[in-house]
Nanobody, 121 residues
Framework: QVQMVESGGGVVQAGGSLRLSCVAS????????MGWYRQAPGKEREFVAM??????????EYAHSAKDRFTISRDNTRNATYLEMNSLKPEDTDIYYC????????????WGKGTQVTVSA
């Protein structure tokens, strides 16, 4: 089992910045994908950013809405992933969830409880 705790959400004005953190525990997280999704009430959870593991190393992926504004990073020594969000827009208002995806023969996903991000106009 993997437990994750997100932090760093809050209220910010449009154009501002926030840095989300997610610290995981429960297993070694070197050979897994770690990333972020977001979800608004009544809507489906959507992909934001991910660092994907492969035998050749890590590769970062971003949703179109996050490219050029958000930066994902990870620190395997702390079992942590971070999402630096700049130039925030009101449409970025959502609950942000940390995700750990274990790409095994039977893939497994773990989720944090989420952190609220509110961007005021």
């Amino acid at each position: 089992q993997v437990q994750m705790v997100e932090s760093g959400g809050g209220v910010v004005q449009a154009g501002g910045s926030l840095r989300l953190s997610c610290v995981a525990s429960g297993r070694t997280l070197i050979n897994v994908d770690m990333g972020w999704y977001r979800q608004a009430p009544g809507k489906e959870r959507e992909f934001v950013a991910m660092t994907r593991w492969s035998l050749r190393g890590y590769n970062s992926e971003y949703a179109h809405s996050a490219k050029d504004r958000f930066t994902i990073s990870r620190d395997n020594t702390r079992n942590a992933t971070y999402l630096e969000m700049n130039s925030l827009k009101p449409e970025d208002t959502d609950i942000y969830y940390c995700n750990v995806h274990v790409p095994s023969q039977v893939p497994v996903d773990y989720w944090g409880k989420g952190t609220q991000v509110t961007v005021s106009a």
